[in-house]
């Protein structure tokens, strides 16, 4: 049994997370602003801002892998990648590995290739912004993070989200940096996306590195 804690751990992707591992006999914490309708039993809730650091340090304590679940979006607009780059070292003081649910446009059509990012092509304009910074984690601020914090950023396919929740089908495939759907981008649903998550966390064979799954 592992401490895990999930930062946003009531979001799309954090509660699935959150539920995944509670399900398999972790001791799970969840910070979020606002706690869940449903809490999940044997789940720790801690609501709080995940901006404030005393707030964040309290909640990695102990743990031994911490789960970013924030979206550069909304609230946290202006400071995500301030706010990782704050978890990113309370992890390492606490030895906790750190696992980030990425996005698809950090990811790579082929071996080498360019990544999504650098074209974003008919995507509107009002989400660029966030599209790059939460492709900015992996590609400039987890690789110049001290050697000793280990992280994993995990990278849906591009079908995966609220607006297309999609069904558990209780698998999932494995890649790197390179999407494995590429022709259409592929989907994959949070609970599906929860299973492959917590299984990194379990096998713990990852390290700083950029994952994919999907279906």
């Known amino acids: 049994m592992s401490r895990i804690t999930v930062i ?14 509670a399900g398999r006999g972790h001791q799970v914490t969840a910070l979020s602003r606002s706690l869940p309708e449903g809490p999940i039993p044997n789940v720790t809730y801690v ?6 650091e005393a707030t964040l340090s309290a909640s990695v304590e ?17 400071t995500f990648r301030q706010v990782y ?23 790579r059509p082929a071996p080498g290739a360019a990544r999504f990012v650098t074209d974003l092509g008919d995507i509107p304009a009002e989400f660029h912004d966030e599209i790059r910074a939460g492709a900015a984690l992996i590609i400039e601020d987890l690789p110049a993070t001290p050697a000793t914090l280990d992280w994993v950023f995990v ?21 790197d940096d390179v999407a494995v759907q590429p ?7 949070a609970a599906d996306y929860a299973l492959g998550l917590v299984d990194l966390i379990e ?7 950029q994952v994919n799954l999907g279906h």
Not at 157 to 172: D, W
């Open 8 to 21: 946003g751990g009531t979001g799309y992707a954090g509660s699935a997370i959150v539920a995944e591992a």
């Open 47 to 52: 609501q709080g801002d995940a901006t404030d």
């Open 183 to 189: 022709e259409d981008g592929g989907a994959i649903s």
């Open 62 to 78: 102990g743990a031994d892998a911490v789960v970013g679940a924030l979206a550069p979006r909304g609230p946290l607009a202006g």
């Open 203 to 209: 096998k713990g064979d990852h390290h700083r590195a």
């Open 85 to 107: 780059g704050t978890l990113a070292r309370l992890a390492d003081a606490a030895g906790a590995t750190l696992f980030i649910v990425g996005g698809y446009s950090s990811l």
């Open 155 to 175: 990278s849906p396919a591009l079908r995966f989200g609220a607006h297309m929740p999609g069904e558990r089908l209780g698998r999932y495939r494995l890649g």
